[in-house]
C-alpha cells in the first residue's frame, strides 16, 4: 500500500530529483527533491528565515518550493516505513555479478535491480542492506517534511513526522536481538549508521515539536526512549576513537542531540572536549592548507565534510569557540576546494583511495556542498565553482541551496591549468584538448588509502584513457583485494608484492611552470632496501615517463599501465628467463599473453574515437604481460600491459600520446641517456633531463 517507484513518479506528472540527485552509493539510484542527497548535509529551524527569504523573493527558490510542496503530497500517501527487522551494512547492496551498487527501489525489499546488467538479484544480506537504506530514505524524507512544516504551517507534514518518529520509537524499543554488541552495541549495524538516523531523527523533531502532533508521552517517550537510550552507546564510540570519517559523524550526532534536548554536556562532548572536537576533526583530520581529508580518498573527503559543516555552523549558532577559528575556516574552506583542484577539465574526480566509480566520481554529485561554501563561507572563491557544476541536465535544485546557497551565480569557473597538492603530493596537469595527467607522489599514510605511489591517472579529449578504478562495496570480498592493491593502479611494483602501507618516506617536487613543467617522486620505504623514482614531463601532446629503481640486491622492477579499450602490440622478440607469476594480480589477469622484448616497445589503446599511443623501453631486455583485468564495477575490463626487467639497477622510459581518430603519435622513438630520456619529435631528438634536485 506504501510502495511509489520512479515510473509512478513520473506518471504523476513529477519527474526524479533533476540532473539524478542520488540517494546511495550510485549516482543512478535518484528519486525526488524530497529524498535528498547521501551524504546528506544537516540543518534545522537556524535556517528556515533565510529559506523563507529566499522563497519569497528569488524565483528559482521559488519554483523549487513548489515542487518540495508537489512532492510531499506523493510522500504523504506512504507510510513513513521502518521495517522493524535487523538493519544490514551498506556494503551488501552491491551486484555480486556485475559489481554495480544495487538500484534501491521502494517496497522491492527482495528483489534488486542491477542497472549494469539489467538482472536482478537477491539474498538475506543485499535485504538487510534495503532494510537500511529503507529507514534512511523515511529518515531523509522526515526532515525534509520537517522542513515544509516550519515553512507552511501545514500540519499534515508534522503528522507524517510524528508518526515516524512514534516508529523509530518502535524501532529503538525492539528489543536487544536488532543490536549489534561487538559494534558498541549499534541498533543500525555500527555507531555511524546509528549516527545519521539520530541527527536526522533530532532535526525533524526540532522542526516539528511545537505541533499538536504530538502527545505529551510523545514528547518523552522520544527523548528517553531514542535519544537518551542510544546515547550512551555513541559517547562510548566517541571514547574508543581519534578524527576519523566515523567520529565526524558521531560527534555531529551528539552535538546536534545536546542542543535539540537541552544537553549542554552532549554538545560540549560533540564540539569542544576531547580528541574528537571540531577543531581536532579540521587540524587533524585536514592536516595542512591543502585541504585534503587525511584518508587519502575522494568519497571520505567529501563524506566527512557533511557534518563537519553541520558542526562548524551549529558552533556559529551556539556562539561556540571553534568557527571563529582562523585555522578551522582555513581548513574547512580548503577541504571543499581540494576536490575542485583535482578535478578534469569536465568536473571529474580521480577515484583516489577506497570508493567511488570512475564513471561516476565528479564535482556535480556534490553540489549541495559548494551551495554552502558559496552561500556560508566565501562567494568570491566558491560561487564560480557552483555554477560550473549546472548545466540544462542539472539544474540548480537542492535543499542545501534554499537553506545555504547564494541568491545568485556568476559566470561558471571550470578547471583550468596545473595545481599542485603539496601536502599529499599530488601534481595535477592540464593542456589542450581536455588533456588531463594526476601523479600520485606523496606519503601513503591513513587506511582507506591505496599501496599506489608514483601512479598516473590520464583523460584526454574526454575519455578516461588510463584511470585508478576506486573500489566498489567492501563486501565485495573476491575482488577488493586487487581493489586495494598495487596492482590495480598505473604504477610501479617489486617482485610481485603491494607497495607498502604506511608509507612516509616519500620525496615529492615539482616545477609547474618549467618548459615542459614536471613532477617527480623517490620512495625510498615502499620496499625494503629498493629507491624508486618517477619522474613525468606534461609536454603536450605528449607525456613522458623516467622510472628508475635501484637496491642492492637484485630484484624484478614492475611496470604497470591500465587502458581502457581494446590493446594492440608490437615489440622485437627475445629469449628470456621464465619469470614467477604476477603474485595476486594472476589471480585477475585473463587471456595472458607473455613473452621477452629486446628493445623498446609500441602499444595503443582504442576507446571511442581515441587511441593512446605508448612506446616504452628498458636499459636491457625486459618481459612483457597483457591481458584483461577488472574495472570498476568489475563487470567492465581494461586491457593491462605489465613489464618487467631483472637486475639491481633498471630504468624505463615511456612516452605517452593520446589522439583523436586514430592518428598517429608525434614521438616515433625514445631512448634512455645516461642522466635522462630523449624522445624523436619532427625528425630531431628532443631531451627531458631530471632537475639537478633529484
Not at 98 to 108: P, V
Not at 328 to 337: G, I
Not at 376 to 392: G, K, T, V, W
Not at 551 to 572: A, C, F, K, V
Amino acid at each position: 500500500m506504501w510502495q511509489i517507484t520512479i515510473a509512478s513518479i513520473l506518471l504523476a506528472g513529477m519527474p526524479p530529483s533533476p540532473g539524478g540527485w542520488p540517494y546511495t552509493l550510485s549516482p543512478q539510484s535518484t528519486g525526488m527533491l524530497l529524498d535528498d542527497v547521501w551524504p546528506a548535509t544537516f540543518f534545522g529551524p537556524e535556517r528556515i528565515p533565510e529559506m523563507r527569504r529566499k522563497i519569497d523573493t528569488l524565483p528559482w527558490a521559488r519554483e523549487l518550493y513548489e515542487q518540495m510542496l508537489a512532492e510531499a503530497e506523493l510522500i504523504l500517501a506512504l507510510e513513513p516505513h521502518q521495517p522493524i527487522e535487523p538493519v544490514g551494512w551498506r556494503h551488501d547492496f552491491y551486484s555480486r555479478v556485475s559489481g554495480e551498487h544495487l538500484l534501491w527501489e521502494e517496497g522491492s525489499d527482495w528483489s534488486f535491480l542491477d542497472p549494469l546488467l539489467g538482472g536482478r538479484e537477491n539474498g538475506p544480506k543485499q535485504h538487510a542492506a534495503w532494510v537500511l537504506l529503507t529507514h534512511e530514505m523515511t529518515h531523509r524524507r522526515m526532515r525534509s517534511l520537517a522542513l515544509l512544516y516550519a515553512l507552511s504551517g501545514d500540519e499534515r507534514y508534522a503528522e507524517w513526522v510524528a508518526e515516524g518518529l512514534r516508529r523509530a520509537r518502535l524501532m529503538f524499543a525492539a528489543g536487544d536481538e536488532l543490536r549489534y554488541p561487538a559494534r558498541q552495541d549499534a541498533l543500525y549495524f555500527q555507531p555511524l549508521y546509528d549516527a545519521v538516523v539520530f541527527t536526522q531523527l533530532a532535526y525533524a523533531y526540532q522542526l516539528t515539536r511545537d505541533s499538536a502532533a504530538y502527545s505529551a508521552a510523545d514528547h518523552e517517550a522520544i527523548r528517553t526512549e531514542i535519544f537518551e537510550a542510544g546515547m550512551p552507546s555513541q559517547l562510548t564510540f566517541l571514547d574508543a576513537m581519534g578524527v576519523h570519517n566515523m567520529t565526524a559523524y558521531v560527534s555531529t550526532a551528539v552535538a546536534v542531540s545536546g542542543q535539540v534536548f537541552g544537553r549542554d554536556d552532549w554538545v560540549r562532548r560533540g564540539l569542544t572536549e576531547s580528541r574528537t572536537s571540531l577543531l581536532q576533526q579540521l587540524t587533524v583530520g585536514v592536516p595542512d592548507d591543502d585541504g585534503l581529508w587525511y584518508e587519502g580518498t575522494m568519497f571520505y573527503h567529501y563524506y566527512s565534510a557533511c557534518p563537519l559543516i553541520t558542526q562548524f555552523e551549529l558552533d556559529r549558532t551556539l556562539d561556540g569557540p571553534n568557527h571563529g577559528d582562523p585555522r578551522v575556516q582555513t581548513r574547512l574552506a580548503a577541504m571543499l576546494e581540494a576536490p575542485y583542484r583535482l578535478a578534469d577539465q569536465a568536473g571529474r574526480l580521480p577515484t583516489i583511495g577506497d570508493l567511488g566509480s570512475p564513471r561516476h566520481m565528479k564535482l556535480a554529485l556534490y553540489r549541495h556542498l559548494y551551495e554552502y561554501a558559496a552561500g556560508q563561507l566565501d562567494y568570491e572563491r566558491f560561487a564560480p565553482i557552483l555554477a560550473s557544476l549546472y548545466s540544462a541536465e542539472v539544474p540548480r535544485a537542492s535543499l542545501t541551496a534554499l537553506a545555504y546557497g547564494p541568491d545568485t551565480l556568476p559566470a561558471a569557473a571550470h578547471p583550468q591549468g596545473h595545481d599542485q597538492l603539496t601536502g599529499p603530493g599530488l601534481a595535477i596537469f592540464r593542456g589542450a584538448d581536455d588533456r588531463y595527467l594526476l601523479f600520485r607522489g606523496g606519503p601513503n599514510p591513513a587506511g582507506h588509502d591505496h599501496p599506489d605511489r608514483l601512479g598516473l591517472d590520464l583523460r584526454a579529449f574526454g575519455q578516461l584513457l588510463a584511470v585508478d578504478p576506486g573500489t566498489a562495496g567492501y563486501a565485495l570480498a573476491a575482488i577488493h583485494p586487487y581493489y586495494r592493491s598495487t596492482f590495480s593502479h598505473n604504477t610501479l611494483f617489486v617482485d610481485e608484492t603491494n607497495q607498502k602501507g604506511n608509507l612516509q618516506q616519500a620525496e615529492y617536487r615539482a616545477d609547474l611552470t618549467a618548459n615542459p613543467p614536471w613532477a617527480a617522486s623517490t620512495l625510498r620505504d615502499a620496499y625494503e632496501g629498493v629507491t624508486m623514482t618517477r619522474t613525468v614531463w606534461f609536454d603536450e601532446p605528449r607525456i613522458v615517463v623516467l622510472d628508475e629503481l635501484a637496491s642492492d640486491d637484485e630484484h624484478r622492477y614492475g611496470w604497470i599501465l591500465h587502458g581502457n579499450g581494446p590493446l594492440t602490440l608490437q615489440m622485437p622478440a627475445a629469449e628470456g628467463p621464465e619469470l614467477p607469476p604476477l603474485g595476486l594480480l594472476e589471480r585477475y589477469l585473463t587471456g595472458a599473453q607473455r613473452g621477452w622484448s629486446s628493445g623498446p616497445l609500441q602499444a595503443s589503446w582504442d576507446v571511442d574515437g581515441v587511441t593512446l599511443h605508448l612506446r616504452t623501453g628498458a636499459d636491457g631486455p625486459f618481459e612483457a604481460t597483457w591481458g584483461r583485468t577488472p574495472h570498476n564495477p568489475m563487470a567492465l575490463d581494461r586491457q593491462t600491459l605489465v613489464l618487467r626487467a631483472v637486475g639491481t639497477t633498471r630504468r624505463y622510459w615511456s612516452v605517452l600520446e593520446p589522439v583523436r581518430g586514430g592518428g598517429a603519435p608525434s614521438a616515433t622513438a625514445g631512448r634512455l641517456t645516461p642522466t635522462g630520456v630523449e624522445v624523436h619529435i619532427g625528425g630531431a631528438w628532443r631531451g627531458y633531463e631530471p632537475s639537478p634536485s633529484l
